[in-house]
């Protein structure tokens, strides 16, 4: 599965290591992501195109709950941290790996071990009544799936499209679909009767990383982490999940 290196406690973007148990996560956590946590991701894409031919399953989906995830790592592998699990309802499934159910679980991050909450590069934080598009793969957490990597889910705005991919990456300023050309694009980018001449070749995943490397942090460029637009930070954190109204 994809492994990204994230700098901070998260052992990796996308298949963190661990398994499914883990030691116990923080009794409290954060309602709302503190910080962005920046990393090195597998895949790069540059277009649609090559999201749609690496991706396994792409489907429209609404996001109809979000509940605390698995916790993964401990204290003596550099620390613990706490997925969300996002479950979507699917409408429409672009592709069928072999068969995509209706309910999907996928998993975003996070919490670290002391509750407090990141989320990882532009992958703002899923929330109840999102619609949009998402392209996945098999996460490493039972029954779990995540996206193939952080640039692949589009919300649906009223019509505009939300990308969670760097605003001022390649992908990003190639992008010009609205929902409904977007879906249309899709059809034809995955129709296996007729395959489109201009579909790339899948990216493929590079050696897995053992030993030290594969435990380095991405490099340091000397910035403090950003935070969210929507970040408290004001020291009242960590709050109950989900915070009191």
Do not use: C
């Not at 956590?29 to 749609?52: H, N, T």
């Amino acid at each position: 599965m994809s492994v990204a290196a994230v700098v901070g406690g998260l052992a990796a973007w996308g298949s963190a290591g661990g398994g499914a148990g883990g030691s116990a996560a923080a009794a409290h956590r954060d309602a709302q992501p503190e910080r962005i946590m920046s990393g090195r991701e597998v895949f790069d894409f540059k277009s649609l195109g090559e999201m749609v031919a690496t991706a396994p399953v792409i489907v429209k989906a609404e996001v109809v709950s979000v509940q605390p995830g698995r916790s993964i790592g401990s204290a003596e592998d550099g620390g613990i941290d706490q997925a969300r699990d996002v479950t979507l309802s699917v409408t429409t499934s672009y592709k069928k790996y072999p068969a995509i159910p209706l309910t999907i679980v996928m998993e975003e991050w996070g919490w670290d071990g002391d509750g407090n909450g990141y989320q990882v590069e532009n992958l703002t934080w899923s929330q109840v009544g999102d619609k949009g598009f998402y392209f996945l793969e098999r996460s490493d957490g039972a029954d779990r799936w995540q996206l193939v990597n952080t640039q692949g889910r589009a919300l649906d705005k009223g019509g505009w499209l939300e990308l969670s991919a760097d605003p001022k990456s390649a992908f990003a300023t190639s992008f010009w679909w609205d929902t409904l050309d977007l879906e249309i694009e899709l059809r034809r980018l995955t129709d296996t009767k007729n395959p489109p001449a201009d579909l790339p070749q899948p990216q493929t995943e590079p050696e897995v990383v053992t030993g030290d490397a594969a435990n380095s942090p991405a490099p340091e460029d000397g910035a403090e982490d950003p935070i969210p637009s929507d970040s408290t930070a004001d020291g009242s954190e960590p709050t109950p999940y989900p915070s009191p109204s």
